[in-house]
């Protein structure tokens, strides 16, 4: 299904919204097409209209800072739904690097996905006392990390409004 990206007023980007929903927001006059999709017009009976790839609102929502929610759902995300010590991708769970009875907390740095054979290895100990290693440090991502994952791809114009 395709996907487009909407901006705010200001050129940031919001989030990356249904085609229907993105034709609906250029329909009510709450936003334009900076980007269409050329070989690809969405016809109707009466007339052909753009495909929006990216689109800019007219006014500014004003948001407070965009944080992804700590769940297991978006730790999966993160990590590419892959075991951060084996890599493989079967029998997930979460792992707290540094374990909860040794003041390890629920933060975005010390929950991983795991699978259920590295997990049980570990155990209640550390990566480094077991000598495991990580294939990534664990990291507190952006609304910016999670485009790729919502979408597919990132298209080629979306690039120049999600650097960092």
């Known amino acids: 299904m395709d996907k487009v990206l909407v901006l705010n007023y200001d050129y940031t980007p919001l989030n990356v919204t249904t085609l229907k929903r993105g034709v609906n927001l250029v329909l009510e006059g709450k936003a334009e097409i900076l980007y ?3 070989n690809k017009p969405m016809k109707t009976a009466y007339k052909d209209f753009s495909r929006p790839s990216v689109i800019r609102l007219y006014r500014y929502v004003n ?3 965009k944080r992804v929610p700590l769940n297991k759902h978006n730790i999966y995300r993160r990590d590419n739904h892959r075991c951060i010590y084996c ?23 010390n929950m991983v996905s795991c699978c259920f054979e590295c997990n049980h290895k570990k155990g209640d100990s550390t990566p480094q006392e077991k000598s495991m290693t990580m294939t990534h440090k664990p990291f507190t991502p952006t609304f910016i990390d999670f485009v790729e994952t919502m979408s597919g791809t990132i298209l080629e114009e979306w690039k120049k409004f999600l650097k960092r």
């Open 63 to 65: 948001i407070k800072y």
């Open 87 to 109: 890599g493989i991708n079967r029998n997930l769970t979460i792992d707290h690097v540094i374990p909860k009875s040794k003041g390890g907390d629920n933060t975005w740095k």
């Open 36 to 38: 269409s999709i050329e």
